[in-house]
């Protein structure tokens, strides 16, 4: 799933969800009676978080050269997950937590290898994130995060986990550019379906919906995509769970 579509604006500089212009090369034509023969990710490059309703790999473009703050609310198990995937597709990822212990094994396992660190709550140190070096700061703060001192910048996204709808979710969802949402009680279903605007339908299934499974939303698309579990992840972090 592509986290934000494309920018159809006159300016030429960064493209938002596809990196940078690169070099003028003539362009690829297709013929349209061909078209139905494509088989496209969904998404351009970042990290993989699952497989849509219809089996096709979905795909959160988290490496970009503005600004970009996510929010999940859902379970550690997710959260952990795409920690560790960032980390494979050559991002440094930063953890700011209240409960290092639940973070230990992943950080020791990942750390030297992929550039995973784990911080205090307010003690996460400037990142120097840049285009080379992109980078993933996982605050796992409880359900009232404080402000942060390391924000979202170029090169630099922030994902909050939020274990329910507390008193600072409607904000943080407001402000988020993507909302991830896992299994949640009817009463914080219908606050979200307001907030985001949802289809009934769609609002009345998260009470419903399977671990693993994730309702993401940006300002203009929504798509449930359920995580599967690699064998390591699977020996690191157990089974798909909503809670921990």
Partial sequence: MAATPPTTGRRRGPRLGFGLIG??????????????????????????????????????????????????????????????????????????????????????????????????????PPLGASAGEPVLVVRDCGMRPPRGRVASAPWQAVLTLLPYVGPVAPRLVRQARLVGVQRVSPDEAAQLGRILNLPRTERDGLPTLADGMTLWCDERERSFAMTQATDTETGLLGKARRID
């Fill in 23 to 124: 070099p003028r090369h003539g362009r690829h034509i297709l013929p349209t009676e061909q078209l139905d023969a494509l088989a496209l990710p969904i998404g351009d490059d970042g990290v993989a978080v699952g497989v849509d309703a219809e089996g096709r790999p979905a795909v959160l473009g988290v490496s970009r050269p503005t600004a970009y703050d996510i929010v999940l609310i859902g379970g550690l198990w997710t959260a952990q997950v795409l920690a560790l995937r960032a980390a494979a597709a050559g991002m440094r990822v930063a953890v700011e937590t209240g409960r290092p212990q639940a973070w230990e094994r992943l950080t020791h396992t990942a750390a030297d290898r992929n550039g995973m660190s784990v911080h205090g709550v307010d003690r996460v």
